[in-house]
């Protein structure tokens, strides 16, 4: 292949490893973004009910799953401890060959409990690493707001990590990172969406 105002919550903290997920189904969603383009977004909280063969994760070392509007839809579902263990990967399959727009959310608000996460990806995407303290529209990112068609009232802001040239069908967006003074790692959503066709690559896109 080639964080809104912090809130309290009790959870239970459990030890495990989790193996990558084989499952039946698929959880992305295509919806339209306010530039009237269409983004495909992939939820990690569709596997925490094992429903998703488009997300994978392992070495959590302290997860929790949240069910339907938690926050919401795309916007802190879920969180993990610090570990250089733990990894989540979003996997967008059946692309036309063309350049890609990349982004990511993670919580739409800030959240002093934050980590610093990596962003690393297949076909030669850059990585993006940053602190996820400020919240999906506080790192210094373009963002673009996305609602689910569940909830269309909340628009969540999804952070731009650039983008990347595929021509294989498929494209892997991987999150790791170690924490920072014991912080979470929190990922939610990423999203893609077609910027343009092969014939334009080497050419500056604005296109937005």
Known sequence: ?????QTTHVFAVVLM???CA????????????????????????AYDAGSDTEFTQAGWTGGRAQ??????????????????????TYIFNGLASGIYDVYISWKDGTNPNQGIA???????????????????????????G????????DVIDFADLGQVTV??????????????????LNND??????AAPLSLRGTVLYIR
């Open 1 to 5: 292949m080639s964080t809104s105002n």
């Open 17 to 19: 490893t989790v193996a």
């Open 22 to 45: 084989v499952n039946t189904t698929t959880a992305s969603t295509t919806v339209t973004g306010p530039d009237s383009r269409s983004y495909t977004v992939i939820d990690a909280r």
């Open 67 to 88: 069910g339907f509007r938690y926050y919401q839809w795309w916007d802190g579902d879920t969180n993990w401890g610090g570990s250089s263990t733990a990894t989540c």
């Open 118 to 144: 990596d962003h690393t990806g297949t076909d030669g995407f850059v990585t993006v690493s940053f602190d996820q303290d400020p919240g999906n529209a506080g790192v210094g990112l373009p963002t673009v």
């Open 146 to 153: 996305l609602a689910h068609p569940s909830s269309p009232g």
């Open 167 to 184: 021509t294989d069908g498929t494209f892997e967006l991987t999150v790791s990172g170690t924490g920072d003074g014991g912080g979470l």
């Open 189 to 194: 959503a990423a999203a893609i969406s077609f």
